[in-house]
């Protein structure tokens, strides 16, 4: 089935490539100026994914938003902005479902990646889904002012001191973040944020802040504590296993890719519970594992839906594809075949050795082939973990 996209650009035609690569790809694009808009009528019509070239200067692109506001039949929105205009991309982002990429990070090959990794979406959790997803999106915690602000330091290589005042000034954030730089794994032994930084990277340092603001809601129906407890052991053994593997650390664009990994799981537990409540009760009763039992309940897993909020807030793909594949690891793309099966064997150590096996799921002797590792070897990781 084609997919369609609306591309809704400016006078300076800077989505023109886009477009003609689309067509290329057999997409149906709809290609409209924004000095234009105001002649299409587009409440009719239905798309997969919209991209929009933003300017909050132009007062058509600001009445384009607002028109649409909560309208999903222009499917997932894709808007390109600059940093000049931060704070209306904020409020896009918790009130116009939108995805949002500045101008600083992208380029061509990075927005038709972004459309192609939403079309992806619909293979895996289906259309009907996908809009019931983007209806509910302003129920998923959304991103704090520290994540945009720290963002924001990152891209403009600001002074490591800029980033830590700030990290500082959010009392809960900073002190997660100096636990986790004064756990065993990274040992930092330090009470300064500044130094903590420099352990952790400032990727990891949004990754963690993403992660407090999921791991930090209540559930009815679980503890929430054993979910946040299993990502944190399950980034230290991705992590680990990495590094026997290769004897150096995990490159810093995925090395927080087990504490999101779940992420999926901790919203259906917290923020979609009682959509999610009669997978856990087949779960009682059921010797069918939980993902064939989200499929039969829900059509999708939560490592799908894991996956689609991660690629939402524009996290590398090594930590969207880990959190979609770390259950199904072998069938990723090639290029993260190797993370996807890290997580899996860790996430599977990880709950053997928290002593739950609610949420465990089956391990992939392919995963294990994969990395040319045994289940001895295996055994042994854990083991050492438990005896450090």
């Known amino acids: ?34 000095d234009n808009l105001e002649n299409v009528d587009l409440k009719h019509m239905q798309f997969d994914v919209t991209v929009l070239y933003f300017d909050s200067s132009d007062a ?83 991103l704090p002012d520290i994540y945009f602000d720290v ?10 001191d800029l980033i830590s005042k700030r990290i500082e000034s959010d009392m809960a954030i900073a002190s997660r973040v100096l636990r986790i730089a004064n756990s065993a794994y990274y040992g930092a032994r330090t009470g300064s944020i500044h130094q903590a930084l420099m352990f952790l990277g400032t990727e990891n340092i949004k990754n963690i802040i993403i992660s407090m603001i999921v791991f930090d809601r209540k559930s009815k129906i679980c503890d929430v504590k054993v979910l946040w407890q299993h990502a944190e052991l399950t980034n230290k053994l991705s992590n680990y296993i990495y590094y026997i593997k290769h004897m150096r650390s995990m490159p810093a664009s995925f090395s927080s890719v087990g504490l999101l990994h779940s992420i999926g799981l901790v919203l259906l537990l917290t923020v979609f519970e009682a959509s999610y409540l009669p997978v856990i009760e087949l779960l009682q009763t059921s010797v069918e594992s939980i993902d064939v039992l989200e499929k039969k309940v829900l059509n999708f897993t939560h490592s799908d839906l894991g996956g689609v909020f991660l690629d939402w807030w524009n996290l590398p793909p090594g930590l969207v594809y880990g959190a979609f594949y770390y259950r199904r690891p072998l069938e990723v793309e090639s290029a993260y075949a ?51």
């Open 1 to 34: 089935m084609k997919n369609t996209v609306l591309v809704i650009d400016c006078s300076e035609k800077k989505l023109i490539d886009v477009v003609a690569t689309l067509r290329r790809q057999a997409h149906i694009v709809h290609y409209i100026m924004m």
């Open 60 to 142: 058509a692109s600001v009445k384009f938003l607002e028109d649409n506001r909560g309208r999903t039949s222009g499917g997932v929105k894709i808007v390109l902005c600059s940093y000049d205009e931060s704070d209306y991309c904020k409020e896009l982002i918790i009130d116009e479902t939108a995805k949002v990429m500045l101008y600083s990070q992208w380029n061509q090959d990075a927005v038709l990646d972004s459309i192609q990794r939403v079309f992806s979406y619909k293979e895996f959790i289906g259309q009907e889904n996908l809009s019931n997803l983007i209806d509910k999106v302003n129920q998923v915690p959304t």
């Open 338 to 388: 190797e993370i996807a099966c890290i997580v899996h064997l860790a996430s599977h150590i990880s709950w053997k050795i928290i002593g739950d096996t609610t949420f465990m799921g089956h391990l992939d002797q392919r995963a294990l082939e994969y990395l040319k590792m045994s289940e001895g070897e295996l055994e042994q990781i854990m083991k050492n973990y438990q005896a450090s």
């Open 151 to 160: 963002n924001k330091l990152i891209v403009e290589k600001a002074d490591m």
